[in-house]
Antibody, heavy 119, light 109 residues
Framework: QVQLVQSGAEVKKPGASVKVSCKAS????????ISWVRQAPGQGLEWMGW????????NYAQKLQGRVTMTTDTSTSTAYMELRSLRSDDTAVYYC????????????WGQGTLVTVSS | EIVMTQSPATLSVSPGERATLSCRAS??????LAWYQQKPGQAPRLLIY???TRATGIPARFSGSGSGTEFTLTISSLQSEDFAVYYC???????????FGPGTKVDIK
């Protein structure tokens, strides 16, 4: 069965960086893309970006351009999202999600990783 | 950039009643529209894609309709487990770029 298992909660200081991992299993990793979505406390869903696990191509939300980097390690079927220059408003639950195909939505989600930014 | 709006923000419904949720796109997204359900403390779950196709395992009481800029999610007879927040999402771009609506909370009347 398809599973996306994310790394554990993080607490970071303003200005620091965080790197969240998302380990995939139950399918051929390189056949699908991965998107990252975040949700601030009590707020809605915000799409952060997409990475092709096939060739590493990326597309980031304009708002996060320059602060976010998404990568994959095909040897371990793991996707990573790094966010730099953290601010308090980056406090959120971060989700990875499998993109089910070309012009298709997200069919499987990770369990979420809480990132807290606080001095 | 495509902006998604949803109405109402909150919908109060009694169990067994019908719920109708609306989603609007600022420009046409064809039928590239999905609906997700999210319960507190859980990741979202895909309900509908292609505007009207139920995802695997989704009960028939959930149905979607619309195309272009206007979309509707209907829950024909609300069950206790359906009280949640519902988000629409457009995915009409390549390279992939996704936009979520702000959500509609369905709560118990």
């Amino acid at each position: 069965q398809v599973q996306l298992v994310q790394s554990g909660a993080e607490v970071k200081k303003p200005g620091a960086s965080v790197k969240v991992s998302c380990k995939a299993s139950g399918y051929t990793f390189t056949s699908y893309g991965i998107s990252w979505v975040r949700q601030a406390p009590g707020q809605g869903l915000e799409w952060m970006g997409w990475i092709s696990a096939y060739n590493g191509n990326t597309n980031y939300a304009q708002k996060l351009q320059g602060r976010v980097t998404m990568t994959t390690d095909t040897s371990t079927s793991t996707a990573y999202m790094e966010l730099r220059s953290l601010r308090s408003d980056d406090t959120a639950v971060y989700y990875c999600a499998r993109v089910s195909g070309v012009l298709l939505p997200f069919d499987y989600w990770g369990q979420g990783t809480l990132v807290t930014v606080s001095s | 950039e495509i902006v998604m709006t949803q109405s109402p923000a909150t919908l109060s419904v009694s169990p067994g009643e019908r719920a109708t949720l609306s989603c609007r796109a600022s420009q046409s997204v064809s039928s590239n529209l999905a609906w997700y359900q999210q319960k507190p403390g859980q990741a979202p779950r895909l309900l509908i894609y292609g505007a009207s196709t139920r995802a695997t395992g989704i009960p028939a009481r959930f149905s979607g309709s619309g195309s272009g800029t206007e979309f509707t999610l209907t829950i024909s007879s609300l069950q206790s487990e359906d009280f949640a927040v519902y988000y629409c999402q457009q995915y009409n771009n390549w390279p992939p770029l996704f936009t979520f609506g702000p959500g509609t909370k369905v709560d118990i009347k």
